[in-house]
């Protein structure tokens, strides 16, 4: 299986399906991450954002690594570069499964990549969009996936972001009580949640 995650900025992945891939990873499948900016807008100087989401994604196991230099904050201004990025990730690795963002995020650049992702994605049989903070309060999620084990690798995924320690949705009682909701909608311990925009089986 060969998965295809997209994110706008540093650390969307892991917040969003980080335990997730992680989960995958140990199945055996093959996931590509890509991000698509550097996150320079959202840290103070001194950090490096690209170095703590690498760090980060491998923790997770992930091997297979782009960070791409898009203007952050700005990424919708540049949507047929992101279409025509994404078309050349599908060429190299086609996925199986892709994670990208939710359509009705708040944030300008999470929106353009889920619009750049169904596009480039277009032939891919499944296409899912993860939750992040400013997904709410529209994201209602039918898809879910079990991560009860793989929560505290998600957890210390997060944690080498020191970068964003001080934003209360990095805090590690959020990111378990997201978990833990998740999976009480379902009846399934903890879990990620997921809107699908595509599913073929």
């Known amino acids: 299986?060969?998965?295809?995650?997209?994110?706008?900025?540093?650390?969307?992945?892991?917040?969003?399906?980080?335990?997730?891939?992680a989960k995958l990873v140990k199945a055996g499948a093959h996931v590509r991450a890509v991000v698509f900016s550097k996150g320079?807008?959202?840290a103070s100087?001194?950090?490096?954002?690209?170095?703590?989401?690498?760090?980060?994604?491998?923790?997770l196991g992930i091997e297979d690594i782009h960070v791409h230099n898009f203007p952050d904050t700005r990424l919708h201004e540049?949507?047929?570069?992101?279409?025509?990025?994404?078309?050349?990730h599908v060429r190299k690795a086609p996925p199986d499964r892709v994670y990208t963002m939710f359509k009705e995020d708040r944030?300008?650049?999470?929106?353009?990549?889920?619009?750049a992702s169904v596009v480039a994605c277009r032939r891919a049989p499944q296409i899912l969009a993860y939750e992040t903070p400013s997904s709410y309060p529209n994201f209602i999620p039918t898809v879910f996936e079990q991560v009860g084990?793989?929560?505290?690798?998600?957890?210390?995924?997060?944690?080498?972001?020191?970068?964003?320690?001080?934003?209360?949705?990095?805090?590690?009682?959020?990111?378990?009580?997201?978990?833990?909701?998740r999976g009480v909608q379902v009846e399934i311990g903890r879990a990620e949640g997921f809107i699908p925009y595509k599913l073929v089986f």
């Not at 944030?107 to 619009?115: E, F, I, L, N, T």
């Open 149 to 181: 084990e793989f929560m505290e690798r998600k957890v210390a995924a997060l944690q080498l972001h020191e970068s964003q320690g001080d934003r209360v949705y990095m805090n590690e009682d959020m990111i378990r009580s997201a978990a833990h909701f």
């Open 78 to 88: 540049r949507l047929n570069d992101l279409i025509e990025t994404i078309q050349d």
């Open 1 to 21: 299986m060969t998965v295809l995650a997209l994110g706008a900025h540093p650390d969307d992945l892991e917040l969003g399906c980080g335990a997730t891939l």
């Open 45 to 59: 100087q001194g950090f490096d954002r690209e170095a703590e989401t690498r760090a980060a994604l491998e923790s």
């Open 40 to 42: 320079r807008e959202g």
């Open 107 to 115: 944030h300008q650049d999470h929106r353009a990549v889920h619009m």
